[in-house]
């Protein structure tokens, strides 16, 4: 991350367009398949705790975290973390990641869910769980399926199926 040049901000409304361009550039169309999409599909991302990256003026990463349910506890559902291909292996998404984390924790929140790779998310606090402990709704490599405990005991708490989070 180049401290002089990038600015982290919430994602903004205006923000929709080019991130979503970049997702597309990372992820292609087979993004719709995934498990953890379909956790996000048709349910607005938390805006507080959605984030861009901005180097000079441009936006080159995004992380967004959507309220979810596991079982009955409510959780966050970190995804997609996007970075423009210029950007890669340039700490923008590590700095995407600790901002996200960070924001959640001091928002109250419990745990946060992802399917992603272990060696890269593990710095950030991501921990393997039990297979089967929690199941996504849709096909997802249980080696792969991280939280990232926010309290204390929270990995714990959470098991069953993560789904949408609805209001009661």
Request: with cysteine; net charge neutral; aromatic share 8%.
């Amino acid at each position: 991350m180049n401290t002089l040049t990038d600015i982290i901000t919430p994602e903004s409304p205006d923000d929709y367009d080019a991130v979503e361009k970049l997702a597309e550039e990372a992820f292609g169309p087979g993004r719709f398949a995934r498990a953890a999409f379909r956790l996000r599909e048709g349910v607005m991302h938390e805006p507080d705790l959605s984030f861009t990256l901005r180097r000079i003026g441009k936006i080159v990463g995004s992380v967004k975290l959507t309220k979810i349910l596991i079982g009955d506890h409510e959780a966050l559902l970190l995804g997609p973390l996007v970075v423009t291909p210029d950007y890669k292996s340039s700490g923008v998404g590590a700095a995407l990641m600790q901002k996200a984390v960070d924001a959640a924790r001091a928002a109250g929140h419990e745990l946060i869910l992802l399917v992603g790779d272990y060696d890269y998310y593990k710095r950030f606090g991501f921990e393997q769980i039990a297979h089967g402990r929690i199941k996504m709704p849709g096909p997802a490599d249980p080696a792969r399926i991280l939280v990232c405990p926010l309290v204390e005991g929270a990995k714990d708490r959470f098991s069953g199926m993560a789904r949408h989070y609805q209001k009661s």
